[in-house]
């Protein structure tokens, strides 16, 4: 069997948000400005936490980006969500990676805790997931927690991030 890639440059997320990367009707991640991240730095499915896989990823923060200037005006801060979402984008993509199909939906997060911000002066955000369970029947689910570091300091914890691959009904 041929070895998988473990990382992923900004073109290759790129390719995967057009649906190239794992087929049609499979996992795929947002085209830009939703797209949370620039690369994936590692992915493994085995070791991590849990020792069920983990996968690693940044997001180069700049300045300009489109919701500084709306979130907050006077005080610009990312939203939280959209950290929250970059962590659902890699979890699902992780799932894809593993050669799961279906489309990817997040499902939910179990407890959220938020300890810092990403603001204009943030040079990049890191995520890390580990994955607690990989499920591979009619739904493919993924289970993890995540975590999300800014400039290296630990700023959102997520446990139970569940994702889910569904084959589209024809």
């Avoid at 603001?119 to 993890?144: C, E, F, N, Q």
Wanted: aromatic fraction near 10%; charge should be negative.
């Amino acid at each position: 069997m041929a070895e998988r890639k473990t990382s992923f440059d900004k073109e290759d997320l790129l390719a995967c948000a057009r649906g190239e990367m794992f087929g049609p009707g499979n996992a795929q991640l947002p085209l830009p400005p939703m797209l949370m991240a620039d690369r994936i730095t590692d992915i493994s499915d085995e070791g991590g936490e849990f020792g069920k896989g983990y996968l690693e990823a940044e997001f180069d923060i700049d300045p300009e980006l489109w919701f500084f200037p709306c979130h907050f005006p006077g005080n610009p801060v990312m939203p939280g969500c959209l950290g929250l979402d970059g962590l659902w984008q890699l979890t699902g993509f992780g799932l894809g990676w593993r050669g799961l199909n279906g489309q990817g939906f997040a499902l939910g997060a179990g407890e959220v805790k938020f300890s810092g911000m990403v603001r204009p002066s943030t040079k990049m955000i890191t995520y890390r997931i580990d994955y607690s369970r990989v499920i591979d029947r009619k739904l493919k689910l993924g289970v993890a927690n995540g975590k999300v570091y800014a400039d290296g300091e630990e700023i959102y914890n997520v446990t139970g991030l569940k994702v889910g691959l569904a084959e589209a009904e024809s």
